[in-house]
């Protein structure tokens, strides 16, 4: 199985700035991609921003120049580096892995989305 650890969220002023980390673990073969949804209370769960395995990334248009995801391959960590947080970035954050297990490789799994249990970042103001 894939697992993925969230940390790094809180409780943040307008206009301050946090730092999300996910790590996976497990069965992994490699990586197609990696990154970040999130799910404000009484909405739809959207994505944030993504990392494909050749470095192109992906953000929501309500966090272009704000938010910055990364990468270190060799730790199997994804970052969300968040900036100039807003109210409306109030949120349960959750990673996010698109991956080829190793079940796959073996014919036996063909799963390839998996998803950390969230980290929740407030942001007050």
């Known amino acids: 199985q894939v697992l993925l650890k969230e940390s790094g969220g809180g409780l943040a002023q307008s206009g301050r700035s946090l730092r999300l980390s996910c790590v996976a673990s497990g069965s992994i073969f490699s990586f197609n991609s990696m990154g970040w949804y999130r799910q404000a209370p009484g909405k739809e769960r959207d994505l944030v921003a993504k990392i494909t395995n050749d470095g192109s990334t992906t953000y929501a248009d309500s966090v272009k120049g704000r938010f910055t995801i990364s990468r270190d391959k060799e730790r199997n960590t994804v970052y969300l580096q968040v900036n100039t947080l807003k109210p409306e970035d109030t949120a349960v954050y959750y990673c996010?892995?698109?991956?080829?297990?190793?079940?796959?490789?073996?014919?036996?799994?063909?799963?390839?989305?998996?998803w950390g249990q969230g980290t929740l970042v407030t942001v007050s103001e």
């Open positions: 996010y892995v698109n991956v080829i297990t190793l079940g796959a490789v073996a014919g036996v799994d063909d799963r390839s989305e998996f």
